[in-house]
Structures are given as structure tokens and as C-alpha cells.
């Protein structure tokens, strides 16, 4: 049996709207299209076989024969129609999906095409949770059927506390998860999820700076996951629409350089993490290995900068802060560096149902975060640099950006690869962010569980199929 | 008759108030609801679209009249994240809260009445210790209190699960393992402060002349304190008692959320910082009904024990 701690309860079992992060309740139940590895490079799943068009816009997928959903309905091409189109309206997933139209040439082919070219087609098919069309079309959610390895175990589930799954002996890769029963356990509070891991109540949990030493004392394997966030103010008010002074790049630039990269990452992460200079993570196709820190930390010359920008006297910037996202730690530290260059900082407090709507709503034009980084960087471009991402808040348009995306879109791989670290450079160069540490996660785990890589392609913690 | 009714009556306009009063804090803008079931994915248009499915675009009072209407007929609605009914939620919540708060309740009584009888009684060390653990109890917030039991009686000697509950149907002594440790976390403060409160009581009666006149007339002591004093000094202990209800389940949620047990305070936590109001009033409603009843019960015990009680 593999128990885990989850930090936080799950959403319910609508495949439309579950989130990569702890996703293993997902993972569990639903297969998808494609697998990814941790660069996003896509594996055999329930398609066997697959191509993606040359104009990046379809993909086409050929399913394994004989699978079936544990209500022993057949996973087929009309199926997975079902499922494409519901995402395309379902919410969570659905400005990935917008505007897709699927065709099913013959029962186990089915072709999704998207209406512009789509250079994310193999991450699009590995997020893709495929349930039965009948809990779609009747939206009956309240049980999960999918043709993943395991099956939800509904008599020994208490929503909000336990989920208890068994495998799926029929699932076509059923070897790769040895265990015969899978219990996720929801422990909201730190201190729990390690008093639980230290008595073997659960085998693994995700654990912060603040309880990594317990855990290791008490001698649980730790997994480090480097590079997989960055901590970094998203500069998006890059014309200055909202507060003119962040449409000067002297501005921006001074910005960048009041902190101390290392410092930070010795100081406010205590050696968890170590200096960012770029929003990319390390190895992936954006990241640029060579480029040394473009903003070393001088606070006279950013001063200066402040001077010739015509903002000696500086300005006031709201900036938006969350429970859970380190903020009582780093905001103290923001705040009193950007005020070296009289940038003054009120902070915002969000909470409750409306937190997320107005933290993306770009009404605070300078949010901090500490955000993942993706194995497959096109996914960072899109979230943070291409105008309508989601965390490129103001969604102000940019002819540069829009001409290496082209590239992006149209060339071939080395044209790709060199437009992605062309773009890193020039947002680089234009100062849009602020990057700061690479900061460490940790997965704790019981030593009697072999878990030795994570295999996330967002680099988060490991997935099910991780845990030997 | 007539103040039963009167009482009644009361109570339901107080669950009707609060819940109101809840609907109006929780109901927000439903379009930050929508977005935070969503996630950051979603579109403004799908966004738009589960208000409108929701119905959390009409107004406020259109939107706690339904409820209110389906409320009394039972259907408390499903949550707007998991679809899961709020009923069914509280089937499994409820439970796991008020075995916790009434067995603290139960050993509170227990406990209290002993401690502060002996300590008003016998006075001397066992009194000062007594107000010492009083100050102490009332200081030291249950959470961390259950911190400490853990770290004692779970983590160092595995005596008790660190985390978790068990149903009693499934195994009554694993039942009696995963509820002590919150128990104790709870009952610290609470019999600390009832304890002192008998304890107070308790002297007031025995300075009382009736005391006097028992123990003139050859009364045994034992007689006179349980038979004479405790019931007058019972009063206001009860009255204590029953208000250290609200206390209890306010201790409850931290208390869930250390030992990650799946109680309505962690329900009722983590639904109101996601905006999940069918759920979040599902709790409020249920939780208003158990301070309700215990209070209709306190006062019932006391006009029992003090016959004066009843004529107000």
C-alpha cells in the first residue's frame, strides 16, 4: 500500500477542471493521451501512436486497442471527442482548449485541431484526463471512471480526509505501479503531514524550508527538486499605462538591481535556493547557460538610473500578497530595497474567493511570486511573456515578442529552440521581471518507498508513476 | 410551556439572523467565486458562464431566499468545488466535531464539578494549584496544547495516531485512540476555567446560612456538599458549562487542523477561504443549532437544579 499526504483536498472529479499540482487523485483514475517526461517530451499512452501536423495545429492520435474504462466501456476516438470538446468549455482547462474541432477518421484515430498552430500540442495531450463520455455528457462527477491505474474505492473515501483507490489490473501499463492500494491522505496543516510521515502513517508529503530539518532528522529520504520556481517580481506594466514610470527601462533596470541575489538566496531561503538572473528554467530550450547576472546588485548606479529617468523621487507601487506564498518572508526584504530608490511599497493583502480574480485581473501591474518553472520553456513563454498569458497581467502587445513567437511558431527545431532563447534575452534585456533565487522543493519520503526522481515536467514533486 | 415556546422561538429568529448576516459576509462578487473554482485557466467567458450556472448573478436577497426555502426543507445544496452534497459533507463532518466537543463536555462536567468541589472544600495546595493550572489553561491556546501531546504521546512514545480519525463502526478501540489526544487538547482550558467557576460557586454556597443551619443540624458533610451546596452552586456552573460551547468548537478547528482530522471546523476553514457558500452555511447552520441546543439544555438543567430558575 502507498499512502501520500496531500496538502490540500482535492477539487472533485470533474476532468475539466483538476490541477497539475498534486494532481495524483487525477493521475489515479484518469489515463491521458499522451505522458510526458520531465522536459514535456511526449511518451505511448493511451495513444499509441501519434503525429502533430506541420503547421502545429493537429494532433493526430492513434488509440491502443482493447482499453477499456472500469465500467468496461471502450476508450475510443468518439471518447476522446467527448472529452476535447467538454474542455474546450469546462473552465479549468478551457483557454487551452478554446476553439478546437475534432474529427474521428475511424474508431481508435481521432484527429484535434486547434484554429491557430499550437506549439504546446504534446503538453496539451499529456494534461488531457479522458473519463467516460457518459459522466460527461450526464456531468455526473460525484465518481470518477477513467481507465487509469487505479480505481476510486468509494466505501473507504471520505471526501475532504481520505481517498482510498485499488489498482486496475487492466490498465496497460498496470507493472509501472507496483501497489495495490493507493491512499491519499488530505493534511492541510505542515506540522501534521511530518508528525504523520514520522509515524508512518503516511510514506511522502511535500515539506518546506521551515520542516525540511525535522524531516531529515527523523531520517526521511529527501528528494531536492532544483530550479523548478522562481522568485520573481512580473514587472507587466511594461508602457507604463498604469503607473508611467515602469514604461521607462531605466526604471525597470533599476529595479533589478537593488537586490542581492545572493544574499537572498543565503539569507531569506537559508542556502535553499540559489541567485536567478533569467525566468528559465535550467535546461530547458529558453534558458540561456552563459548569460552572467545583467543587473549585478549596485544601488548607487540603480539610483542613478532613477536620476536620468526623470523618477529620483521615485513613485508608489501596490503589490499584491497571499497566505502560503512566502510573503511575510520576502515582502519586508522587497520592500525595503525598492525603497532605496524611493519606490515606496503598499502591500496588498488578498484572501478569499476573489484573491485569484484580482490578483490576475492587472490591477496590480507588479505582482511577486515564486512561480514554477516548466521543463518545456515554450510553456513559461506563453503563461508569462506572450501578451494574453495568464501571468503577464497587463496583457500590453509587443511586435518583438510577437515576431520571435512567429519563429517559434513556423521555424524549424533549431530556429525554435534559438527564437525561445531570443526572446529569453530580450525580456531579459527589457527588464520585464525581476528574478531573484532559484528556490529548492522538497519531497520527504519514507525510506522504505523508492522514489528517485520526479518525473513532473513542471518539476513540482514526483508522480504516481515515480513511487517504486 | 409557554417559555419553551418562548425559547424556541428565539432561537430560530438567532439562526435566522446569523444566517443571513453569513450569507451577506461569504456572498462577495460570484465572479471571483467562478474564477476560483475555475482556476487560473479559465476564460473571462467560461467565468461569466458559471455565475450565471451558479446563479450567483442574481441579487442577494433572491439568492438567500432560495436558500433559505431550500434550507428548511432539508436541501442544504452542493458545494460549488467538489459537487459534493452539503448534507452529505455534514455526514461525515458533524460527527468527528461533536464527539469532540461532547466527550470534552461529558469530562469537563465530570472533572470540574471534583476539582472545584476539592479545591473549595479542602482549600489549601490543592486550591492553589488548581488556580495556577486555572491561569495556565485559560493561557495556553488547545492547539499548542495539542502540539505538545503529539510530539509527546504520538511521536516520541507511539502511543496514539498523530493525525486522523477513526469511525467507531469501523474499530471502537481505534476510535478511542484517535479521539483522546484532541480530547485532552480540549479539555485543559476547558475544565481549567469550569473547575475555578465551580470552585468560586461552590464557596459562595458553603458561606450561605442554609450551610450553616445543615451542619448545626448533624447533616454528614458529604450530605451537605452534594446534596445542598453543589446543587445550588450547579447553576452557574452550567451556565459556564453551556457557554463554553462556542469556546469548544473554536478550539475544535485548530485543534482538526494539528491532527488533521476531518471535523466541520476544518470544513467550515477551509470553504470560507475558498468561498464556497453552500458549504460554508451548511456549517454555520449546523454549528448555530448545537450552540442552541446546548444552551436550551443548560438552561433546562438549571431550572431543574434551581427552581427560582424556572419562574423567569
Excluded at chain 1, 482547462?93 to 506549439?119: H, K, L, M
Aim: aromatic share 8%; proline share 5%.
Amino acid at each position: 500500500m502507498l499512502t501520500l499526504g496531500m496538502t490540500a483536498d482535492i477539487q472533485g472529479w470533474d476532468p475539466g477542471v483538476q490541477p497539475s499540482y498534486q494532481g495524483w487523485s487525477a493521475d489515479a483514475v484518469w489515463d491521458s493521451l499522451l505522458r510526458c517526461d520531465k522536459t514535456g517530451k511526449p511518451e505511448a499512452s493511451l495513444a499509441d501512436k501519434w503525429e502533430f501536423s506541420a503547421d502545429q495545429k493537429t494532433a493526430t492520435l492513434h488509440l491502443r486497442e482493447g482499453v477499456k474504462f472500469s465500467d468496461g466501456t471502450p476508450v475510443d476516438a468518439a471518447a476522446v471527442k467527448t472529452n476535447a470538446e467538454y474542455y474546450a468549455t469546462a473552465g479549468g482547462a478551457s483557454s487551452r482548449w478554446a476553439g478546437i474541432t475534432v474529427t474521428t477518421p475511424d474508431t481508435q484515430t481521432v484527429a484535434i485541431s486547434w484554429p491557430a498552430p499550437n506549439p504546446l500540442l504534446a503538453l496539451r495531450m499529456c494534461e488531457s484526463k479522458i473519463a467516460t463520455p457518459a459522466s460527461i455528457q450526464g456531468k455526473k462527477f460525484d465518481v470518477p471512471v477513467g481507465s487509469g491505474p487505479y480505481v476510486l474505492d468509494v466505501a473507504n473515501t471520505t471526501r475532504g480526509s481520505v481517498y482510498t483507490f485499488t489498482k486496475n489490473d487492466s490498465f496497460w501499463d498496470s507493472s509501472r505501479f507496483p501497489y495495490k492500494k493507493l491512499v491519499l491522505k488530505v493534511l492541510e496543516d505542515e506540522t501534521a503531514a511530518v508528525n504523520a510521515l514520522k509515524t508512518e502513517q503516511i510514506d511522502g508529503t511535500m515539506v518546506s524550508s521551515a520542516t525540511l530539518e525535522e524531516a531529515k532528522g527523523a531520517g526521511e529520504n529527501i528528494q531536492t527538486l532544483k530550479g523548478s520556481s522562481t522568485t520573481r517580481l512580473l514587472i507587466t506594466d511594461h508602457l507604463g499605462e498604469k503607473i508611467p514610470a515602469l514604461g521607462n527601462l531605466d526604471v525597470r533596470k533599476a529595479m533589478n538591481m537593488v537586490f542581492d541575489r545572493n544574499a537572498m538566496s543565503e539569507k531569506l531561503y537559508q542556502g535553499h535556493a540559489s541567485p536567478a538572473f533569467q525566468i528559465f528554467r535550467e535546461g530547458s530550450d529558453a534558458y540561456i547557460p552563459d548569460m552572467k547576472d545583467p543587473y549585478p546588485f549596485n544601488v548607487d548606479e540603480a539610483k542613478k538610473l532613477m536620476e536620468k529617468a526623470g523618477y529620483a523621487d521615485g513613485f508608489t507601487l501596490q503589490i499584491p500578497t497571499m497566505t502560503g506564498q512566502n510573503h511575510e518572508t520576502l515582502m519586508p526584504y522587497i520592500t525595503q530595497q525598492l525603497a532605496q530608490i524611493n519606490i515606496k511599497v503598499e502591500q496588498v493583502a488578498l484572501s478569499g474567493p476573489n484573491a485569484i480574480a484580482e490578483l490576475l485581473s492587472g490591477k496590480f501591474p507588479v505582482p511577486l511570486w515564486q512561480l514554477g518553472n516548466y521543463g518545456e520553456s515554450l510553456q513559461d513563454i506563453s503563461d508569462y511573456v506572450l501578451k494574453d498569458g495568464i501571468w503577464n497581467v497587463s496583457h500590453q502587445p509587443d511586435a518583438n515578442v510577437d515576431a520571435l513567437w512567429a519563429t517559434v511558431l513556423s521555424g524549424s527545431d533549431t530556429e525554435r529552440k534559438q527564437a525561445q532563447q531570443d526572446l529569453n534575452k530580450y525580456v531579459t534585456e527589457q527588464a520585464w521581471f525581476v528574478p531573484m533565487a532559484y528556490m529548492d522543493r522538497f519531497y520527504a519520503s519514507n525510506p522504505k518507498v523508492d522514489v528517485q526522481e520526479s518525473s513532473d515536467f513542471s518539476g513540482l514533486h514526483p508522480l504516481l508513476r515515480d513511487f517504486k | 410551556m409557554l417559555s419553551l415556546l418562548k425559547s424556541l422561538l428565539r432561537s430560530a429568529a438567532i439562526l435566522l439572523l446569523v444566517s443571513f448576516a453569513t450569507f451577506c459576509l461569504m456572498f462577495g462578487n460570484g465572479t471571483g467565486i467562478a474564477r476560483a473554482i475555475l482556476g487560473y485557466q479559465a476564460t473571462e467567458a467560461d467565468v461569466q458562464r458559471k455565475v450565471v450556472n451558479l446563479g450567483l448573478d442574481r441579487p442577494l436577497f433572491v439568492q438567500f431566499g432560495d436558500w433559505l426555502v431550500n434550507a428548511v426543507t432539508g436541501n442544504l445544496g452542493e458545494s460549488f468545488f467538489t459537487g459534493q452534497t452539503v448534507t452529505s459533507a455534514l455526514s461525515t463532518r458533524v460527527p468527528v466535531t461533536l464527539t469532540l466537543v461532547i466527550l470534552t463536555l461529558i469530562l469537563t462536567l465530570i472533572l470540574s464539578v471534583l476539582l472545584g468541589v476539592a479545591a473549595a472544600v479542602y482549600g489549601g495546595w490543592l486550591d492553589k494549584v488548581l488556580q495556577f493550572v486555572a491561569v495556565l489553561g485559560a493561557a495556553v491556546p488547545p492547539f499548542i496544547i495539542a502540539i505538545a501531546l503529539v510530539f509527546m504521546f504520538a511521536i516520541s512514545i507511539r502511543l496514539f495516531p498523530a493525525t486522523g480519525y477513526v469511525s467507531p463502526d469501523r474499530s471502537f478501540s481505534g476510535w478511542i485512540l484517535s479521539v483522546t489526544l484532541p480530547v485532552v487538547a480540549l479539555l485543559i482550558g476547558s475544565v481549567a476555567s469550569a473547575a475555578s467557576q465551580f470552585r468560586g460557586a461552590v464557596l459562595d454556597a458553603l458561606s450561605k446560612d442554609f450551610v450553616r443551619t445543615l451542619r448545626a443540624r448533624g447533616l454528614k458533610e458529604s450530605h451537605v456538599i452534594f446534596r445542598h451546596v453543589l446543587r445550588n452552586a450547579g447553576g452557574p456552573g452550567l451556565t459556564v458549562l453551556s457557554l463554553q460551547t462556542l469556546g469548544l468548537l473554536g478550539g475544535a478547528i485548530f485543534v482538526e487542523q494539528v491532527m488533521a482530522l476531518p471535523g466541520m471546523g476544518q470544513m467550515a476553514n477551509q470553504s470560507a477561504q475558498q468561498g464556497d457558500v453552500p458549504m460554508v452555511m451548511g456549517t454555520v447552520v449546523v454549528t448555530i443549532i448545537i450552540v442552541l441546543s446546548v444552551n436550551f439544555l443548560g438552561d433546562l438543567a438549571n431550572s431543574v437544579l434551581n427552581p427560582k430558575a424556572r419562574t423567569r
